[in-house]
């Protein structure tokens, strides 16, 4: 089956070659897909660079900042014109374990979709001040309770669908763009 992690980012030089080696050296049949909002930092430059000497690296460049829904939209399009079977979102800033991938990678055939909870057993989040941290954990308890979807972490952004189900989701449109496109 044919996996595809995109991966958005905008000034991730830090950061970018390390999760990208980090998900290669999970499996020689995952390919990756940066979408790059402009980037002033070299994160853009840095990925050209790669794609060109893996073909399993693949890169879109965004000519300004468009936020994080607009870029899995455009990666989701992209992911179907090139038949994927299981598509991943994933962040640059390794507030997600790329060696997670094989675990959702043994269930996705039995689900359309796995989420990735920082919020399942406690709170799993590293490197967030504290303000974030429960800005986030409160959101969620909020969205869950008025959506009443039995979710514990609506604003995850590690998650794996079927083809199919991006499909759908491509087919009824999404208004959302920014983090509120990960409770959309």
Known sequence: MRTLVIIPTYNEAENIKNVLDEVFSIDDNIDILVVDDNSKDGTGEYCERLSIED???NIIH???KMGLGTAYKTGFKWAIQRDYDYIFEM???FSHNPKDIPRFLNKIEKYDLIIGSRYKDGVSVVNWPIERLLLSFFANLFARIVTGVPVCDLTSG???YKKSVIEKIISKGLSA?????QIE
Do not use: I, L, T
């Not at 763009?177 to 496109?181: K, S, T, V």
């Open 177 to 181: 763009d920014g983090y509120a496109f």
């Open 62 to 64: 965004r000519e300004r």
């Open 91 to 93: 962040d640059a800033d």
């Open 158 to 160: 590690f998650k794996c």
């Open 55 to 57: 073909p399993r690296m």
